[in-house]
Nanobody, 119 residues
């Protein structure tokens, strides 16, 4: 059973920084893309950043230049460094991982971690 454990959320003032981590366990299969999504109250879940198995990255326009996604394949962990945080970054952040199993693709979600940015 694949499990994703997120950590690093919390309360921070505007302009501050946080670092989210998401560690995957329970699988010996290769992990493909890893990413972070977020969902603010009353809004749809949106992609924040993603990173492929080869290290290519993709960011939402709203976080470009402020957030950095990275991964440690040996630790099966993905990170999101968030700098210059804004109040509008307040949301529940979810880790998403894609795993390939005998040619099939499966996606898994973490339970989410709250990020609150105060003015």
């Amino acid at each position: 059973q694949v499990q994703l454990v997120e950590s690093g959320g919390g309360l921070v003032q505007a302009g501050g920084s946080l670092r989210l981590s998401c560690a995957a366990s329970g699988t010996t299969f290769s992990i493909n893309a890893m990413g972070w999504y977020r969902q603010a109250p009353g809004k749809q879940r949106e992609l924040v950043a993603a990173i492929s198995s080869g290290g290519s990255t993709n960011y939402a326009d709203s976080v470009k230049g402020r957030f950095t996604i990275s991964r440690d394949n040996a630790k099966k962990t993905v990170y999101l460094q968030m700098n210059s945080l804004k109040c509008e970054d307040t949301a529940v952040y979810y880790c998403n991982v894609g795993i390939g199993v005998f040619g099939l693709h499966y996606e898994y979600w973490g339970k989410g971690t709250q990020v609150t940015v105060s003015s």
